[in-house]
């Protein structure tokens, strides 16, 4: 007999019933489209955003160079990741800073609940203290998010041998630096491996990405070698403007970044990311008032740079701070970085002699480190219980407890991310070096783009170009020769320059 049907009963609407097949029963929608738009946020700081920053930037003639690192890293980064760069990082362990490489395109595993099979953490007596990380989203938005985040991580490193690395070398060192070097940090922090067991905490990427650009992008700075002398002193930005524009797309992409980092469109998602923009509006202003009080003038420039050392502190400890702590880091944000980028650069010989051009050091790895450290003493215990760690009962000195124990975990966990970049980004770049120039011939580093692509970011002649009477002056005009040191056509010579 057929029941009778409650008309007071609550229905469920058919899109939110999971029946099977493309709706399996662990599937959340809300979760699956947060984690799919937190990636797009984090992909769009990359491309459009550090494309339109480094591109704007930099000296003129190198703008187009300069965007165009950025962008091949960023192409070339996902080929590889989904080809076996995304399971060394975040599948099952090979070693203890390691997984086992893989590839990740058969539709089977992308459509699997997400999973980072390693997380899973043993007391000492064998029972389960913390079970593996899941989503209740399918593995292709867990590989499509943490693709944007190694992508970004590269064009960060980037941002220190500006002006001089040959681009055929960058071509090979992006994938070389991702397999040995990106892949072991992030299993080794967030897949599993030895220091995530331990317990070292980076909520989004503070040691991963931004410790590990930093250092790294010091060492291939190192090695590199430093920019032309006359473009050392003077590199001014070729478009303030679009400079702005780049820095918001970064700025605002971080609610990705950081909201993304739970897993989940949960609790933690939304105090993440208004910690994040506290932090980074707090750093931005203390950086600004430094400037005043030293230098007399606020610097456009620096302003960027606060923002940056605020969003690069907050990253490992969003999730885990409560909203005073973030503006306390905002402050020391907005301060320390401005300390060793100011003071401190300009006495130590060491800094000095790297030409590091952008500051990646400045911004990324002191910012990633004292963010890492801050989590040591800010990290809440009530939240660091929401955020499932690895071990249980984890807080900052703060709060007392184990939390000396956590700063001591904080710093030996950036310990090994500075030692690891130093001695593989330098054996990477070696290596590169036995096949191709790592820098640049002379000719195109006195020319720029136009030499190095054959093309040029605005079609105005100025600043790094040979003067070329067959491109640049009517063909009626007699033929002559205009180098760096000669800006105007030589004494009896009838040339007309259009600009």
């Not at 003129?60 to 760069?85: I, R």
């Not at 004292?370 to 219980?385: D, R, S, T």
């Not at 966990?413 to 330098?426: C, D, L, Q, S, Y």
């Not at 600043?463 to 000669?486: C, I, M, W």
Request: charged content about 10%.
């Amino acid at each position: 007999m057929a029941m009778a049907h409650d008309p007071t009963a609550p229905t469920i609407p058919t899109a939110y019933q999971n029946p099977g097949g493309v709706l399996p029963d662990w599937l959340n929608k809300g979760d699956n489209a947060w984690q799919l738009t937190a990636a797009t946020l984090v992909g769009l700081q990359s491309m459009p955003g550090l494309v339109i920053l480094y591109g704007s930037i930099v000296k003129k003639k190198w703008a187009v160079n300069s965007a165009f690192m950025a962008l091949y890293a960023f192409a070339a980064t996902l080929l590889c990741w989904v080809t076996w760069a995304y399971k060394m990082s975040f599948g099952d362990r090979l070693l203890p800073l390691w997984g086992k490489a893989g590839t990740t395109l058969g539709y089977t595993f992308l459509l699997k609940q997400a999973e980072l099979p390693s997380t899973i953490h043993y007391y000492a007596n064998g029972t389960i203290e913390m079970h593996a990380v899941e989503g209740f989203y399918g593995m292709a938005d867990m590989v499509l998010f943490q693709f944007f985040f190694a992508a970004i991580t590269l064009i960060l490193l980037a941002g220190s041998v500006l002006g001089r690395m040959s681009f055929r070398a960058w071509m090979v060192f992006v994938p070389l630096w991702l397999t040995f070097s990106y892949t072991v940090g992030a299993f080794s922090v967030w897949g599993g491996g030895f220091l995530w067991q331990w317990g070292v905490i980076d909520y989004a990427g503070g040691y991963v990405i931004h410790v590990s650009s930093g250092v790294a992008g010091f060492v291939a700075a190192y090695w590199v070698g430093p920019r032309l002398p006359k473009d050392r002193e003077r590199f001014p930005p070729n478009n303030m403007l679009l400079m702005l524009t780049g820095a918001g797309l970064l700025w605002m992409g971080w609610s990705g970044f950081n909201g993304g980092a739970p897993f989940s469109a949960n609790i933690v998602s939304g105090l993440a990311v208004l910690n994040t923009h506290v932090c980074a509006a707090t750093s931005l202003l203390t950086w600004t008032t430094l400037d005043v009080i030293v230098f007399g003038k606020p610097s456009v420039i620096g302003a960027v740079q606060g923002m940056m050392t605020g969003l690069v502190t907050i990253t490992p400890a969003a999730g885990f701070v409560p909203g005073w702590a973030a503006m306390v880091m905002g402050v020391l944000a907005g301060s320390i970085p401005w300390w060793t980028m100011m003071w401190l650069h300009k006495r130590w010989s060491l800094l000095q002699n790297v030409d590091d051009t952008l500051g990646v050091f400045h911004t990324h790895a002191v910012a990633g480190i004292l963010g890492g450290i801050c989590v040591g003493l800010f990290a809440e215990p009530k939240l660091c219980e929401y955020m499932g760690l690895a071990v249980t009962n984890s807080n900052g000195l703060f709060y007392g407890g184990e939390g000396g124990v956590q700063v001591l975990k904080q710093i030996i966990g950036a310990a090994f991310i500075v030692g690891w970049n130093i001695v593989v980004t330098t054996l990477i770049i070696f290596a590169i070096g036995i096949v191709m120039p790592l820098r640049m011939s002379e000719e195109h580093l006195l020319v720029g783009d136009d030499a190095e692509h054959g093309e040029e970011a605005y079609a105005l002649w100025g600043d790094g170009e040979k003067f070329d009477v067959s491109r640049h002056a009517p063909s009626d005009t007699n033929s002559y020769d205009l180098d760096q040191s000669q800006h105007g056509p030589r004494p009896g010579r009838n040339a007309v320059l259009h600009i």
